[in-house]
C-alpha cells in the first residue's frame, strides 16, 4: 500500500511540476507551467495509459464475473470453455456481448462511470457495432450506444477482419503503398545504390505487418518482386531497363556476393514461423489456450 501510494506522488509530481519554454531566435524566452497534463507522445503518458485501462479491464472483468454482461464462450484446450468479453490491443478495446438492449445499457452507463472517474473518454465517432451472425435490431442497439454501424469484412489497425485470408485482394494496400512510393521518388536523381539503399529500407518494410500474419501468394509475390526488380534496375525515364543479373542471386546475403534483398516467400515464411515459437512458449496466452 505504501509503494502505491508513493508511486501516485510521484506520477502526480511529474505531471503537475513540469514546465516548458519556447525558443525565440535561438534562446529560451522563460519557463511556464503546464495546463492540461502530459504532453502529446511523453514516455510517461503509455505508462499511466496501461494503469488506467488496468483499472477498465478489472470493471469489465468484475460484470462478467456477477452476471452483467456476457461475452462469447471457445473450447479451451484442456477441453473447458474460455469466455472471451474485452481483448485489449494498443489504444483499442473490443467489446463481446450478447443481443441485448440490457447488456449494452449496462456498459454505456461503464463507459460513463469510467469517463467520470478516470477522465479517459471513449471517442464515440470512432467506435463501431459490428453484428456476428444474424441481428434484427442492430439499429436500437448502435442508438443505445450513440456509435456507427459497421460490417465485415473491415479494418483493425491495418488487419483485414473476416476477409478470406487466402484472397489475394487482401493484399491490395499493400501493392498500392508501393506504387505509390515508386511514384514519389524521382528516379533521375539515384544512382544504383540510392536505388538500393531505398528497396531494402523502404520497399521490403512495408509488407512486413502482413507477412508475418498472412500466408503470401504466387500472383502477389510476383507483382511485388516486378516492383522491386523494375525499381532496382529502372534506369532515368520510364523504359524498360535489362536486368543485369538474376532475382534470385540478388537475394543472397552479402557474405556471399550478393545484394543481400529479402527474399519474400523466405521472409513470410520466417515471420509465420515465429508463431510456432510463441504457441510453444507462451502456455499461458490467451490464443494459446484457445483451440
Not at 500500500?1 to 506522488?9: A, E, I, L, P, W
Not at 511556464?32 to 470493471?59: A, H, I, T, Y
Not at 452483467?68 to 470453455?81: L, N, Q, R, S, T
Not at 531505398?198 to 508475418?212: A, E, N, Q, V
Amino acid at each position: 500500500m505504501g509503494f502505491g501510494v508513493k508511486c501516485r506522488q510521484w506520477i502526480h509530481t511529474c505531471i503537475s511540476t513540469v514546465q516548458f519554454s519556447v525558443l525565440v531566435n535561438g534562446s529560451p524566452a522563460g519557463f511556464f507551467p503546464n495546463s492540461r497534463g502530459l504532453r502529446q507522445g511523453d514516455p510517461l503518458s503509455l505508462m499511466l495509459f496501461l494503469l488506467v485501462m488496468e483499472v477498465f479491464s478489472r470493471m469489465l472483468r468484475y460484470m462478467e464475473e456477477v452476471g452483467i454482461i456476457k461475452g462469447f464462450k471457445v473450447c479451451g484446450v484442456g477441453g473447458g470453455e474460455l469466455c472471451v468479453s474485452h481483448p485489449l490491443f494498443a489504444n483499442d478495446t473490443i467489446l463481446f456481448c450478447n443481443l441485448s438492449v440490457e447488456q449494452l445499457l449496462h456498459i454505456r452507463m461503464l463507459l460513463t462511470f469510467f469517463t467520470i472517474v478516470i477522465g479517459l473518454k471513449s471517442n464515440v465517432s470512432k467506435s463501431e457495432i459490428v453484428q456476428v451472425g444474424e441481428v434484427n435490431n442492430l439499429d436500437e442497439l448502435a442508438e443505445v450506444l450513440d456509435c456507427k454501424i459497421g460490417a465485415l469484412p473491415m479494418t483493425y489497425l491495418g488487419m483485414p477482419l473476416g476477409a478470406f485470408y487466402k484472397s489475394s485482394s487482401i493484399w491490395n494496400p499493400i501493392l498500392e503503398k508501393f506504387e505509390k512510393h515508386l511514384a514519389r521518388w524521382e528516379k533521375v536523381y539515384l544512382s544504383k545504390g540510392g536505388h538500393l539503399t531505398l528497396l531494402k529500407s523502404t520497399l521490403s518494410s512495408i509488407p512486413t505487418y502482413f507477412l508475418s500474419l498472412f500466408t503470401i501468394c504466387t500472383r502477389v509475390t510476383n507483382r511485388m518482386e516486378k516492383l522491386q526488380r523494375d525499381f532496382l534496375w529502372g534506369g532515368l525515364t520510364d523504359e524498360q531497363k535489362l536486368h543485369l543479373v538474376g532475382w534470385g542471386k540478388v537475394c543472397n546475403p552479402f557474405f556471399d556476393g550478393r545484394l543481400g534483398i529479402k527474399k519474400i516467400i523466405t521472409f513470410n515464411k520466417a515471420l509465420l514461423g515465429k508463431w510456432l515459437w510463441h504457441y510453444g512458449v507462451e502456455e499461458t496466452r490467451l490464443w494459446r489456450r484457445v483451440r
